[in-house]
Structure formats: structure tokens, C-alpha cells
């Protein structure tokens, strides 16, 4: 088993940053894939990052292209999300999941998950 703790969120102005992590435990993180998945109030939850278990590839939603960056730090078993030129529409609670396959866009193809945290970003 994968526990997953993410922390970060908050409130933020619009045009403002923060930056999401997500520790994880125990099992060898260097295993897994991971992903970061966003859910606004009334919607399905949405891909946004993913990244490769060596952190050697990374792949983005066209949404936050530009804007939000994805890395890992495997010596602290972490995954980040750093969110600048944060618009309102990117409020949602924000998810991280690892995967033993790859990180793709679709959320039954994880096999762990974290509890989620707010982000809500003010106009």
C-alpha cells in the first residue's frame, strides 16, 4: 500500500502562486508514476500534470500549459505542483495519485490516491 498526503492549498488571488505537495509512504516511491488530478464543485475530476517515475518525462494539460510545472524529489518520497498566474477557474481540490503504469490522463488507471486539498484562486 501507497499513502498519499497532499498540502499547500489555500486561498490566492488571482494572478498569484502556490505550490502543492504530496508526500508518500509506504511502499518504494521510485515505483510509481504520479499524477496530479484537479475536481471542481459539479464537474469530473481532471488530468492536469503527470510525471514519469524518473522524473525524465512530464506531461500537461493544455490548460495550465505555461502556468503550472511538475516535479519530484525521490530522496523525500515527493511529488510537487508549483501553480503561478493563477486564474479562478483553476479552483477545484487538487489531487495527487501514483500509478505502477504510466501517467495518463485517466483516473482508474491509478492505483492510489490522496485525500485532496483546496485551491481556490479570488478574482
Known amino acids: 500500500q501507497v499513502k498519499l498526503v497532499e498540502s499547500g492549498g489555500g486561498l490566492v488571488q488571482a494572478g498569484g502562486s502556490l505550490r502543492l505537495s504530496c508526500v508518500a509512504s509506504g511502499r518504494t516511491f521510485s515505483n510509481y508514476a504520479m499524477g496530479w488530478f484537479r475536481q471542481a464543485p459539479g464537474k469530473e475530476r481532471e488530468f492536469v500534470l503527470g510525471?514519469?517515475?524518473?522524473?525524465?518525462?512530464?506531461s500537461y494539460a493544455d490548460s495550465v500549459k505555461g502556468r503550472f510545472t511538475i516535479s519530484r524529489d525521490s530522496a523525500k518520497n515527493t511529488v510537487y505542483l508549483q501553480m503561478n498566474s493563477l486564474k479562478p477557474e483553476d479552483t477545484a481540490v487538487y489531487y495527487c495519485a501514483a500509478t505502477f503504469g504510466a501517467a495518463t490522463v485517466v483516473p482508474r488507471q491509478y492505483n492510489y490516491w490522496g485525500q485532496g486539498t483546496q485551491v481556490t484562486v479570488s478574482s
Open positions: 510525471i514519469s517515475r524518473s522524473g525524465g518525462s512530464t
